[in-house]
């Protein structure tokens, strides 16, 4: 029973910001994706654009030295042992760029997520303000990103190890039996664990708790909707990848043509590929980054209005602040 002026649970259909105050349906997480890059495009799409091309621009600086060879330009040419040398240390130089790039992305990623939750109540925050809010969970969420890089790759070397030991007994058949099933057992783990662990860096920035008591909450906000995420994660997922690869394939096509029309000079020619294809990933990351974090925190709500009557909590907040 409701009282005078009270709306039972599931009812609240307030909508200032950018999705109806209510439990979401599939289509309102992909409404509301767009619909929280277009509320506040400078933090969603200028602050993943800055983030996302300096760290491009670091990871393609290594890169130049391999596009460069004419090993690489001319498949004829044979490689020479200076080349050798100089492929190698580009390759070994991808190590720090590619993990001070997993680091901002991580951060750029608690950002955004901040700034879709702000705009659910129709608040634009400035890329200032995200900064000011965020910059106490930089270090949570850099815990947490190397507590999910290190866990990963032990978690799959265990599993994989038995499979791994019999093939160096020279055991084929029970090596290959034991890899393929093991594989197929890890791969089910990961995708559970990765479901399931979803709402952590949420959690991190947005309720400010710490690594451990996001894990347990994630797990908790989960429950009783695995298959419901990981079908929307799944779905975003696909739709990210189609729409960055169509924006980055006409950029790697420009970075072909430039080898073939350059081949007189190979190093011109390397640096252009290289810059065609980290141009083409930025763009494509730039739209697929955002949209990610905003379907990622649409769960999150979500599931707060489903178990916890956030939509009530937040409809009286909007009224407050109307009064």
Request: cysteine-free.
């Amino acid at each position: 029973m409701t009282g005078p002026g009270q709306q039972p649970y599931g009812s609240v259909l307030t909508r200032r910001g950018i999705i109806a105050l209510k439990p979401l349906g599939f289509g309102d997480f992909f409404d509301g994706g767009f619909r929280a890059i277009r509320h506040n495009p400078r933090a969603m799409i200028g602050l993943s654009a800055l983030v996302l091309a300096v760290t491009n621009i670091l990871v393609a600086l290594p890169l130049v030295g391999i596009f460069t060879t004419s090993a690489f330009t001319d498949p004829a040419a044979e490689l020479t042992e200076d080349q050798a040398v100089a492929i190698g240390g580009s390759l070994l130089a991808l190590i720090p760029t590619g993990f001070l790039q997993s680091i901002a992305v991580i951060v750029l990623t608690g950002m955004l997520i901040l700034s879709v939750t702000q705009s659910v109540v129709d608040r634009k925050l400035t890329v200032g303000q995200l900064w000011r809010r965020a910059r106490g969970r930089v270090w949570p969420l850099i815990g947490w990103s190397l507590l999910q890089s290190v866990g990963g790759s032990l978690v799959i070397a265990l599993a994989l190890a038995p499979g791994i030991v019999l093939l160096v007994l020279r055991e084929w058949a029970g090596g290959a039996v034991a890899l393929v099933v093991l594989g197929l057992g890890v791969t089910a783990l990961v995708i559970w664990l990765g479901v399931v662990l979803t709402f952590v860096p949420v959690l991190i920035v947005v309720e400010r708790l710490g690594i451990i008591a996001s894990i347990k909450r994630s797990f908790a906000l989960v429950k009783g909707a695995f298959w419901r995420t990981l079908l929307v994660l799944l779905l975003t997922l696909i739709l990210t990848s189609v729409v960055s690869q169509l924006l980055a394939t006409p950029f790697a096509i420009a970075g072909g043509l430039g080898l073939a029309l350059l081949e007189s000079n190979p190093v011109l020619a390397g640096a252009i590929y290289a810059g065609s294809v980290s141009l083409g990933t930025t763009v494509g990351l730039v739209l697929a980054v955002p949209f990610l974090a905003a379907v990622i925190a649409l769960l999150y709500v979500d599931r707060r209005i489903r178990t916890e009557g956030l939509d009530v909590a937040l409809a009286r907040t909007l009224e407050d602040e109307q009064a």
